[in-house]
Every structure is written in structure tokens, then in C-alpha cells.
């Protein structure tokens, strides 16, 4: 930073591609700071160093940075922004340098809104050159693994038949071409999957569309010079004269040269989104950019029918999956007598990949398994090793978040067991969790709904408590792509290019709850967003609702029935009812059995006769939240 004359360095988590997950060469941020969560920003000056980090990670970061670091919970009421805590550091007008192909647009722009406004007359500075790559010694290179294609079968849309409706978005827009650098956004679109980023079946890539142009820019272009199955998939230019449409493939290190020449050389406007890096942002003229979502964000979200099968079909065998291995797990609890190296965390999770291993399409893990045993549990996306690996007995609850990468679909699952008795405290946070899962999954609401419209749906029932959790409610997921994907998610809060719900979209449901040093509840539900039959209908809108795609049972001893409404109650027993049709013939006889003291019908009526008189507050609670946040709402418009 002295060589360079930078007094201070913003240092995001994301790559080139602006990825949550990034291959080891992208690790800038975990490896100046030791924090390895998926997300996080780190800010270097000449005498400090801070780390801003969200909710999910208040506790894990404590365990994994040292004192150098200023700590920064962003997600706290009044915390210092990072543009705000660099005014407070830097003296009048000092430079605050960044790496253009690290910093997204949107970043930038905010960033240049903040400083603008500064009184200390702060400037931004682009380098050339990442500092963090100068002083990592050892820095893996970038993968350039083989690639697969990802057959029609499961796709259910031709990457040409993608090209043709994207290129009539282009002319609606006035585009005359449309960059693609989002690394889940290529491979969606040209039917083709990788092992370039662990967990991630993707590539590191580019695209360019243009009226008349089709050009794919890869890193592992030497792996698939003389895979002729590969050329025939693309339709691979033999000339730049193709009467049907073909894809130029070219070299990774050609793209950014070639973004320079098509925005010289194309009159119209070059598409670009928030999410692109500001080097290419800078490389295009600003009377030609136009930076809106990209086009294929949406149509990737929306599954078509072929996907929508795969997700419902790759959802029940990875259920019985985990149902087998939690069937196995149950009777391995008192066997093991609390000895670590007979069952833990890390053994428990080992166990479960071996019984997904052996589930038709299966081709690996979609994220490294949360497995958290009692105050483990309590850390949000917990990941153990072997100073914090713990045996995992009776006496506490036990945290199991994992999911499966399969040919037809992407699975992700969390459910919270207690292989003991569990306090009547544990029994009260997990009924409480999930109630706010139970109300957001049966929930109905019309078009032009985001999600975060209805995220207080789900929080009320903990709020009414007292508790509550400090993360989104939930994520869009993709079809053997990226578990955590955009543009819908169920979270409270404006966020920029956040659309509506619709159906054909997959979102989890998952509420939860952490005490801190004690134990963790969450339960995760992937849903699908449906339309839904109304007694009437209300002017041109369209109603929907969630059908639950996880089956995979609760855990009756942890549920305080007296606290349910009947309407809970009734969409418990449906949810069990599809276990039944639709996992438990595919189980073994000893899930079965496991499976059935899970699913065994609740009386109601009965229950509700006892609580005569008592309400249940829940339902009455998140519609008294809603209101009051579109109240809000509106008051702020």
C-alpha cells in the first residue's frame, strides 16, 4: 500500500464474476483476514484493518479473526458503514483504492454517491493490479477443470431457444449486445455445467450476445478443443458466416479486449448489470451503457415444467436420503455414549454424503454441511473442523443443514433434532420456529408480492416470544446450479433489482433460532411459489402460494402441540400425508418405521378442545405485522 500510495483498501468477498462462493483463487478477503464466511467486506488502511460481517456470522467471526482486526456487526442498529468508517480514518482528500475487477457497479456507484456528499473531499482509485494477489504467496490459480453438458433432459430448453427470446428482450431494450459475467448465468445458458468452484457447478466464464453473435469466453478452452460431443453441443463456429446459430468460443483472457471493441464498434446500447465488475463498467462509453438486471436472471429463476419435475423429483430422493441416515443416526446416539471418536459432527456428516452418494444423480454436496451439536448448533453457518468438532449425544440439540447437487435439480435441507429429552425451552423454541414456517408455507398472496413483503410472517410467531433470528427468511435456489440465487428472496428490507414472486420460482422457507453457547433451531423447507384457487377474484391479480418440495418429517418429541392453531395442525397432517405417498415406499423397512411415529395424524379438534378459550396467536400476529409494514410503507412513500 505504500509503494502504491494508498492509505486505504476496500477488499470485497466476491471474484471477477461477483460470486458468493469463489474458488480458492478468489479468496482474497478470507486470506487477509482469516474469516472464511461467505460474505463480508474488509477495509485495510495504513494503521487498521476492519471486517463488516452480517448476522449470520456474529459468532463465527469471533472464532476465526485475532485482535488486528476491528470487528463490524453490520446487521446492529447504528453501526458505522465501511464508506462511513473510511471518512472517520482518512484525512482530507486521501484516495480509497480498490481492484475494478472485485468491486461490483453497484458498490461503486454507492460508493461515489457517499463520497461525493463527504465534506473530506475522499476519491475513489482504481487499480490495475489486486494488492492482496501481490503478498499471496502460493495463490492456487484459476481452475480450468472439464466441462459437462448438461443434457435437454434435464434442461428442458435449448441454449438456442434461450438465445432467441433473450435476444427479443435485447431489441425491446435497444441492446445491441448483452454481456453475461455472472458464472451461474453462462452455464444456465448454454446447458453446460462444471467443477470450477467447489459446491458450484460452474466455469469460469464470459458470454457476448449480439444480434448476430454468439461468443462463449472459457478458461478450460484447451480442455475442449477436441471434445468433438462438446463443439456438436454448441454448434461450434466453423465461420462468422453461420446460417444457424453458433457460438464462438474463445479465450478467458480475450474477453475483457473484446467487451472494448464491441462497445466501439456496436452502435447501440451494450447491456450490463449492477453485478458486473466496474472494469468492465469503465471500458463502455456511459452514453452506451445500459445497466438494468440482466435477462436471463429472471428466466432462470422461473423454472420451466422439465425443471420444475426434476426439483420435485431430485427432492424426494434426497430425502430418503437424509430420512435413512437420520434412521441410522438415532440408533448410533446411544451407542457412541458421547465418544467423539465413535460419532461427531464431522463423522455424522460424513455418514450423511455416503447415503446421498448412493441417490440416483447424484454429483456431489451443494454447500460444505452445517452439522452443529448443541452451542455448534448456535452458529449460523457453522462448519466444523477439528478444533471445534463435537460428540453428538442426547443431551442437546443436534443441527443438521446439508443439501445434494443432482442432474435434475439442487437440493438444500435443515432440520433440528433431540435424540434425548429436550427442556421445556428447546420444545418452545422449535414449536415457535416452526409455526412462523408453518404460516409462511400456507400463506396466499396476489401478483406484485416480494418476498420481502411476507418475511414478517414467518418471524411473528418468535417475535410474539420475544425471540427472533438474524437472517433472511428466504433464498432462491437453482436446478443444479447455485444454492443461494437471486432475484427473489424472503427477507425484510429494500434491496436493489429484487423481483416479485411467481410461479414456477423455488425459495426456502427457513426460520430459526439461536441461543448463543446453548443451541440452534432452524428448519428449512424448499418451497415452490404456485398458483392458488381463491373463493373470489379480486380485479386482475393472480393469487399464489408455497408447495413444499422438502419432505422430510419434524420431530413430534420437540413440538408443543398446545401451541398450534388448528390450521397449523391441518397443514402438518397434509405435509405428513405427501411424506407418506411420496417418500415412504422408497425407504427401507426401518425408515419406515421411523418415518411413521413422525407422521401419525393429529387431532385438532381434540387439541383444540383442550385449549378452549386460547387463540392462537400466531396467525393473528403476522397479519397484524404485515399491515403494520405496509403501513409503514406506505407512510415512507
Request: charged fraction near 20%; glycine fraction near 6%; hydrophobic fraction near 40%.
Amino acid at each position: 500500500m505504500e509503494l502504491n500510495r494508498v492509505p486505504a483498501y476496500i477488499i470485497p468477498s466476491e471474484d471477477a464474476h461477483m460470486s458468493e462462493y469463489t474458488a480458492e483463487h478468489g479468496k482474497r478477503r478470507q486470506f487477509i483476514s482469516g474469516f472464511s464466511g461467505s460474505a463480508g467486506l474488509a477495509v485495510v488502511t495504513m494503521f487498521k484493518a476492519a471486517l463488516w460481517v452480517d448476522g449470520r456470522y456474529y459468532l463465527q467471526v469471533e472464532q476465526q479473526v485475532d485482535c488486528n482486526w476491528e470487528v463490524i456487526r453490520a446487521d446492529d442498529i447504528g453501526t458505522l458503514t465501511p464508506f462511513e468508517w473510511i471518512e472517520n480514518e482518512l484525512l482530507y482528500g486521501y484516495p480509497v483504492a480498490f481492484d475494478a475487477k472485485t468491486m461490483s457497479i453497484q458498490m461503486l456507484q454507492e460508493a461515489e454517491l457517499f463520497f461525493r456528499k463527504s465534506s473530506k473531499q475522499l476519491r475513489l482509485q482504481r487499480l490495475q493490479t489486486n494488492l492482496v494477489d501481490r503478498v499471496w504467496r502460493n495463490q492456487p490459480p484459476l481452475p480450468n477443470n472439464m466441462l459437462m453438458i448438461h443434457e435437454l433432459r434435464y434442461a428442458g430448453k435449448t441454449w438456442q431457444n434461450k438465445v432467441m427470446e433473450i435476444r427479443r428482450k435485447m431489441q425491446e431494450k435497444d441492446a445491441s449486445a448483452l454481456i453475461v459475467s455472472a458464472l451461474d448465468e453462462v452455464a444456465w445458458l448454454f446447458n453446460v455445467r462444471g467443477t470450477d468452484v467447489p459446491f458450484n457447478p460452474v466455469f469460469f466464464s464470459y458470454a457476448i450476445i449480439t444480434g448476430n453473435s454468439i461468443r462463449l469466453y472459457l478458461n478450460a478452452i484447451n480442455e475442449t478443443q477436441n471434445d468433438r460431443r462438446f463443439q456438436q453441443h454448441l454448434n461450434q463456429c466453423l465461420s462468422p458466416y453461420e446460417s444457424v446459430p453458433c457460438v464462438e468460443v474463445k479465450s478467458y483472457n480475450a474477453f475483457y479486449e473484446d467487451v472494448l471493441l464491441v462497445a466501439s464498434l456496436n452502435s447501440g446500447k451494450i447491456w450490463i448489470t449492477q453485478h458486473a465488475n466496474v472494469f468492465i463498467y469503465d471500458v463502455i462509453t456511459e452514453i452506451k451503457r445500459l445497466i438494468e438486471p440482466s435477462p436471463i436472471l429472471l428466466m432462470k429463476a422461473v423454472k420451466n415444467p422439465t425443471e420444475q419435475m426434476g426439483m420435485r423429483n431430485s427432492h424426494i430422493r434426497d430425502a430418503v436420503a437424509l430420512i435413512e441416515f437420520v434412521t441410522w443416526l438415532e440408533k448410533e446416539v446411544p451407542r457412541a455414549k458421547g465418544d467423539a471418536r465413535r460419532l461427531s459432527e464431522i463423522s455424522a456428516a460424513t455418514k450423511l454424503k455416503q447415503f446421498r452418494s448412493q441417490q440416483q444423480g447424484i454429483q456431489g454436496l451443494s454447500f460444505p454441511t452445517i452439522s452443529g451439536f448443541g452451542p455448534n448448533g448456535a452458529v449460523i453457518h457453522y462448519t466444523a473442523n477439528e478444533q471445534t468438532n463435537a460428540a453428538i449425544t442426547n443431551r442437546n440439540m443436534y443441527l443438521l443443514d446439508s443439501g445434494g447437487q443432482y442432474l435434475d435439480g439442487t437440493t438444500d435441507v435443515t432440520r433440528t433434532f433431540h435424540f434425548g429429552n429436550p427442556t421445556a425451552f428447546h420444545k418452545e423454541a422449535y414449536t415457535r420456529v416452526l409455526m412462523g414456517s408453518i404460516d409462511l408455507a400456507k400463506l396466499t398472496f396476489r401478483t406484485g408480492i416480494y418476498g420481502r413483503d411476507i418475511d414478517v410472517v414467518a418471524r411473528a410467531p418468535l417475535w410474539e416470544g420475544g425471540l427472533g433470528y438474524k437472517h433472511g427468511t428466504g433464498h432462491g435456489i437453482g436446478h443444479y446450479l447455485l444454492v443461494h440465487e437471486g432475484p427473489a428472496r424472503i427477507r425484510y428490507g429494500f434491496r436493489p433489482n429484487e423481483e416479485p414472486l411467481q410461479p414456477g420460482m423455488f425459495l426456502s422457507d427457513e426460520p430459526g433460532y439461536y441461543e448463543p453457547n446453548s443451541f440452534g433451531v432452524r428448519l428449512e423447507t424448499i418451497v415452490m411459489v404456485v398458483n392458488k384457487r381463491t373463493q373470489h377474484q379480486f380485479s386482475n391479480w393472480t393469487f399464489m402460494g408455497f408447495e413444499p418440495i422438502t419432505l422430510v418429517p419434524f420431530e413430534p418429541k420437540l413440538i408443543n402441540y398446545n401451541m398450534l392453531s388448528i390450521e397449523q395442525i391441518e397443514w402438518l397432517n397434509e405435509y405428513n400425508k405427501q411424506i407418506e405417498q411420496k417418500v415412504l415406499p422408497k425407504l427401507s423397512a426401518e425408515a419406515k418405521r421411523w418415518v411413521r411415529v413422525r407422521t401419525k395424524p393429529i387431532n385438532a379438534q381434540q387439541i383444540h378442545r383442550l385449549n378452549a378459550g386460547n387463540t392462537a396467536p400466531s396467525i393473528n400476529m403476522g397479519i397484524m405485522a404485515l399491515a403494520a409494514l405496509f403501513l409503514c410503507s406506505f407512510l415512507v412513500l
